[in-house]
């Protein structure tokens, strides 16, 4: 088990949020905005950010895999992130490094208990069971309803297996966030996705200060 309790630990902030809904394009901007403000920090992504967890997320992106069954899916996006947390996220905060993470638990939440079907308690437990209470200091979601980020995207990306599973999918994915976010309002931040670039930048760094995490 992860030790938690360590002192001058960095802060751990996630982003989510469904697909296409300008989560690149807000990561881009904070990152630019930490350098320029010289705060210590490490970018990663989920599934992924390392050998093992990269491996891994080929596996799940590939859209060859289209028997891969719903459970084996959310079981290896829970081993990916254990395994991100061991070699990426962990040793980062330790240093006193703010870790921004693309994409966390909630994820697997909305996309595999939302999206799949699987049942919550299933993806809650087998996630609590590899990474304990393991949650970040604050999530970002960016709040786009699937309908728009699709208009804005002209179509989905048809090589790419999780999006191929159409606008309805889509639909549960983001009805799951919103879940989430009122379930857990302390630790999530729901920004307007629908405003411009910049507005939603602002918003991002005004609430995470409020939160204390910059
Ligand atoms: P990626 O190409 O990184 O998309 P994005 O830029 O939208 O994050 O692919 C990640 C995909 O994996 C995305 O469609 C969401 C999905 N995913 C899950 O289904 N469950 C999870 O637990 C995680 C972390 C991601």
């Not at 690149?24 to 990663?44: C, G, R, V, W």
């Not at 909305?110 to 299933?122: D, I, S, V, W």
Request: proline share 5%; charged share 30%; hydrophobic share 35%.
């Amino acid at each position: 088990m992860i030790d938690c309790k360590h002192e001058k630990r960095g802060k751990f902030i996630t982003f989510e949020g469904c697909d296409g809904c300008g989560k690149s394009t807000q990561l881009a901007l904070f990152d630019q905005y930490l350098t320029s403000e010289k705060i210590p920090h490490i970018f990663t992504r989920e599934p992924g950010g390392g050998k093992i967890s990269e491996a891994i997320r080929n596996l799940l992106l590939d859209g060859k895999n289209s028997e891969m069954t719903d459970e084996c899916e959310a079981l290896l996006y829970a081993a990916a992130r254990v395994q991100h947390l061991h070699d990426r996220v962990e040793p980062a905060l330790r240093a006193g490094q703010l870790v921004i993470c693309d994409r966390y638990v909630d994820s697997s939440v909305a996309y595999q208990a939302g999206g799949r079907g699987l049942p919550e308690t299933f993806v809650r437990q087998i996630n609590a069971a590899a990474l304990g209470n393991y949650l970040p200091d604050a999530t970002v979601f960016i709040d786009l309803p699937p309908e728009e980020a699709f208009r804005r995207k002209h179509g989905a990306d048809p090589s790419d297996r999780l999006e191929q599973a159409g606008l309805d999918f889509h639909r549960r994915v983001y009805a799951a966030y919103k879940k989430l976010a009122a379930e857990f309002p302390d630790r999530i931040l729901s920004v307007d996705g629908r405003n411009t670039p910049e507005g939603i930048f602002q918003e991002i760094v005004s609430a995470l200060r409020k939160k204390n995490c910059l």
